[in-house]
């Protein structure tokens, strides 16, 4: 009789090899393998950490800083999306600045925004544009569209990011990463590919039960080889050539340059700016910012718990003087935090 194949929760369990460290770089992971249990059921041999995979989490202080003066000093109205709002800034958040008079309005997509600029020509527009390659072609479409329309009043204060460099910046504190499923689905599987050969492991990763199982299940088997891996267990969204046309739409409207990351300080070309026809449409110089270093609260690990270094939980702050009401750190405030997923689903276990 032939022997009956595992199944990925049964590979999981059984795993009594080697201690792995596996990081997910996508906040929807982290809430989800919370949600759904993943993480009781893992051994002890099986650890999950969390990585810079939070937009709003790795938006340096000083980025919240900017748009802070932009509408006190500035008088600019500022559209955002939802999460940046309470995000501690040096002084204060976007939600301080508004309680001051400013206009602070949350939008559903950079779209929004330009509407907004539309529908009042006589008020200095700002969108704040954060996000990896997930959301930036949105952004660089209202780019677009702004420009095309003559908007003179529209504007954009741009922190996007791009994932392959923090891939390499962070590949000695784990031993494989779950690449998020919607940054491949936009980026293709070329860069996890070429990682390989750098000696960088993963797995791209969906957001049901039965995908996180697997890939978790791959990753603990691929391990087993000792040497490094990739494969795509999220093919029926992520195609090896990703999505062009967005990736051409980026390309056309920014450009890469080295960022600021919260916790892991500047990566080089892992940031993206305006590129030359669209530099009117930026707003540190259509408003001549000047450089702003923000500082964080000093109690505050967000920068640990996005290099994998500890787990909220670790933090003096956490569930203290830092909860989802009353945030510390970026990484409680959004929905997408590593920090927020601890405290909603008591994240004090093992795993």
């Known amino acids: 009789m032939e022997n009956r194949k595992l199944s990925a929760k049964e590979i999981i369990e ?11 770089v996508c906040g929807t992971h982290t809430h989800e393998i919370f949600r759904l249990g993943i993480r ?16 709003v989490c790795v938006t340096p202080v000083g980025f919240i800083d900017e748009a802070v003066m932009l509408a006190l000093d ?54 704040l544009a954060v996000g990896f390659e997930t959301t930036t ?16 009043n529209f504007s954009l204060l741009v922190a996007n990011k791009t994932m392959p460099n923090a891939y390499r910046v962070l590949k000695d504190s ?40 697997t890939a ?6 691929l391990s087993k080889k000792g040497k490094p891996f990739f494969r795509n267990c999220y093919p029926r969204v992520v195609k090896p050539e990703g999505n062009v046309p967005a990736r051409e739409l980026m390309n056309e409207v920014m450009e890469p340059c080295d960022a600021e990351w919260r916790g892991l300080g500047v990566i080089k070309a892992s ?25 964080s609260n000093p109690a505050c690990r967000c920068g640990d718990v996005l290099q994998g270094k500890c787990r909220p939980s670790d933090c003096s702050l956490f569930g203290a003087g830092c909860t989802p009401g009353h945030p510390v750190g970026a990484c409680m405030v959004s929905n997408e935090g590593a920090c927020s997923a601890y405290y909603q689903y008591g994240g004090n276990f093992n795993g």
């Open 14 to 24: 059984s795993y009594r090899g080697r201690h792995l460290r596996i990081m997910e």
């Open 40 to 55: 009781k059921i893992l051994p002890e041999a099986v650890e999950l950490i969390s990585g810079p995979g939070c937009p």
């Open 74 to 127: 500035r008088s600019a109205a500022i559209c955002t999306f939802g999460d940046l709002v309470r995000v501690p800034g040096t002084e204060m958040s976007l939600a301080g600045a508004r309680s001051k008079g400013a206009t602070i309005k949350m939008v559903y997509s950079p779209l929004d925004a330009v509407a907004y600029a539309q529908e009042h020509p006589d008020r200095n527009v700002v969108f």
């Open 137 to 152: 072609p949105a952004a660089c479409l209202a780019a677009k569209k702004a420009k095309a329309a003559g908007l003179g």
């Open 174 to 213: 784990t031993d494989a990463f779950l690449y998020p499923g919607h940054v491949n689905a936009i980026a293709g599987t070329a860069v996890c590919e070429q990682l390989v050969k750098e000696g960088v492991s993963g797995v791209v990763a969906g957001f049901t039960a039965n995908e996180l199982l």
């Open 216 to 221: 978790l299940a791959v990753v603990i088997e």
């Open 271 to 295: 940031g993206l700016k305006l590129r030359a026809p669209y530099r009117d449409l930026d707003a540190r110089l259509r408003f001549s910012l000047p450089k702003i270093t923000g500082r």
